[in-house]
């Protein structure tokens, strides 16, 4: 699919950089405008964010890969988020053919490890921010065509406990089941997800255990945070790492931490938000700006440039076997992302 996006991007007279894939991600390309090159000022372009991994494993979809029904087309990631690489794509090749252009270069980083946190793109977007004076990120709309605004931070754990293992049935008081301690720590975990205060934490995977008739001397856990602010971020993760093992013979072990901060709209993210909405009536509909638990690309650069996310195509069921966007809101989207795109200065 990288390789079809490299085709696509050179044909219309970007210039593509394919950028290698390490630790086991795919590529990456970096895209950039023929236009705006001669400027070698800081803040002075639109960055355009947009990955084409989707949380599907491999033969999830089996043989019905693309099914279109009506207004509606299902696949694998088509929402979330090959229909926004694809308006990003669009509006920039009706621009290219039209005798308008933009006043500021874009460059389009198109990624293949957003799904998993980013790990090995991280630093490319952060990297490419220090050029950007707008961030423009083609995540799908939400609830019927909704922008979003603002996110929650997002923090990615693992949690590991070790016990002493031993026969069960042969020396059980011998043993200290590590499975046992996870089980009384994944309580103290949950029970820090506070809804008033906008926190959640879910522990969403565990492994441990070698035999039915073995005690456990080893057990993970990935724990899920989702939180409002910076100051939460600090004080759950301090209560993580605070936490002490229960059962005599046991160590609970913690690695990892924040992945995305929050994301809170900022007096220039609301400006470039007001210019959104101002086109997406030209264009024919309402934009409507919305907060959500979810985590993007965006958030990496959000606090110190203007942003907006949530720019993509419309649909119904981001992560799912029935994941589809509508076909209907391609075109209006597309208009929008273009005619945003020409505004921006």
């Known amino acids: 699919m990288m390789t079809l996006a490299e085709t696509d991007w050179s044909g219309i007279?970007?210039?593509?950089?394919?950028?290698?894939?390490?630790?086991g991600f795919g590529d990456h390309l970096s895209i950039k405008s023929n236009w705006g090159k001669e400027s070698s000022l800081s803040n002075t372009?639109?960055?355009?964010?947009?990955h084409l991994d989707t949380v599907h494993p491999h033969g999830s979809f089996g043989d019905n890969k693309f099914v279109i029904d009506g207004d509606r087309v299902t696949g694998?990631?088509?929402l979330d988020m090959k229909g926004g690489a694809y308006i990003a794509y669009q509006a920039l090749k009706s621009i290219v053919n039209s005798t308008d252009k933009p006043l500021l270069p874009i460059h389009i980083l198109c990624t293949s490890d957003e799904e998993v946190g980013s790990p090995t793109s991280r630093s490319l977007i952060e990297d490419a921010g220090k050029s950007a004076k707008y961030i423009l990120v083609t995540e799908p709309a939400r609830d019927g065509g909704k922008i979003v605004i603002s996110r929650r931070g997002v923090g990615r754990y693992k949690i590991i406990t070790r016990g002493v293992a031993a026969h069960a049935g042969v020396n059980h008081k011998d043993g200290s089941s590590a499975i046992r301690e996870m089980a009384g720590q994944i309580l103290r975990?949950?029970?820090m997800t506070d809804y008033e205060q906008g926190v959640t934490l879910n522990?969403?995977?565990?492994s441990g255990g070698t035999a039915d008739n073995t005690i456990s001397d080893y057990c993970e856990a990935t724990v899920d945070l989702r939180v409002e602010s910076t100051q939460l971020a600090n004080e759950i993760d301090g209560k993580l790492r605070d936490?002490?093992?229960?059962?005599?013979?046991?160590?609970?072990?913690?690695e990892g931490n924040m992945n995305r901060?929050?994301?809170?709209?900022?007096?220039e993210s609301r400006d470039l938000f007001d210019m959104a909405s101002a086109i997406a009536a030209e264009v024919g509909f309402d934009l409507v700006g919305m907060h959500t638990g979810g985590g993007s690309d965006g958030s990496f650069l959000a606090e110190k440039i203007p942003t907006l996310d949530g720019l993509g195509v419309d649909g119904v069921g981001p992560h799912t076997l029935t994941e589809y966007l509508k076909i209907s809101s391609l075109q209006p989207r597309m208009n929008?992302?273009?005619k945003l795109i020409l505004n921006l200065t």
Request: proline share 10%; charged share 20%.
């Open 243 to 254: 936490l002490k093992p229960i059962q005599e013979n046991t160590q609970v072990l913690i």
């Open 76 to 78: 694998p990631g088509i």
């Open 13 to 23: 007279g970007f210039d593509v950089v394919r950028i290698p894939g390490r630790d």
């Open 261 to 267: 901060p929050p994301f809170s709209q900022t007096k």
């Open 336 to 338: 929008l992302l273009r």
């Open 45 to 50: 372009g639109i960055l355009i964010l947009t």
């Open 203 to 206: 522990v969403g995977k565990i």
């Open 189 to 191: 975990i949950e029970d």
